[in-house]
């Protein structure tokens, strides 16, 4: 019997006000969900507290989850500067709770994203929900997408390891070494 190769990718979409997160195993070529949800940091008066709270609640994570590598969506260029500076912090703090802990970081851009995951680089928030929904077999849709956000980054690096890795010889055997990939 054939050792299957297991990998659990955390993928984060960062915020300042909600960040998401989404945890999969991928082993050999299926994809289960482990867990999604959001860090809500609204509730929290200044910008050091909601730092050291990312930090906290993705250390958390990675404490229970073990990923094997964590994925961020990279921030799109905005208009306003501080907003812009936050949202940096923010994501330079939960790449900093991973690589304390060694475990390697990707930044992938939202059009990425989008492109990976529905086919369309300006796909809607809801219709990467909606595709990830039928794809994970998520039985109920969240409030946030920024949750489902997170979760289509971690896909994205899923989806980008394996096309590094590729060594079908044709379509034939893609389909084969791939069925969770076709719809």
Avoid: C
Avoid at 129 to 140: D, F, G, N, P, V
Wanted: glycine share 8%.
């Amino acid at each position: 019997m054939q050792n299957v190769k297991e990998k659990i990718i955390l993928g984060i979409d960062p915020g300042t006000t909600v960040m998401g997160y989404g945890v999969i195993l991928v082993k050999g070529s299926n994809i289960s969900l482990l867990q999604f949800g959001v860090i809500h940091l609204s509730k929290y008066s200044s910008h050091e507290l909601k730092l050291k709270k990312i930090f906290e609640r993705i250390s958390s994570i990675i404490e229970e989850f073990g990923p094997d590598d964590v994925a961020l969506e990279a921030p799109f260029y905005g208009k306003n500067v501080q907003s812009m500076l936050k949202l940096g912090r923010a994501q330079g703090v939960a790449m900093a709770a991973a690589l304390t802990r060694g475990i390697p970081i990707t930044e992938y851009a939202p059009k990425k994203v989008k492109m990976s995951v529905t086919g369309n680089g300006n796909a809607s928030k809801e219709q990467v929900a909606a595709m990830l929904i039928s794809q994970l077999k998520i039985k109920e849709a969240p409030k946030l997408l920024d949750a489902t956000d997170a979760l289509a980054v971690a896909l994205t690096h899923h989806y980008q390891a394996g096309a590094l890795q590729m060594s079908a010889k044709s379509w034939k055997s893609f389909i084969a070494e791939n069925p969770g990939r076709i719809k």
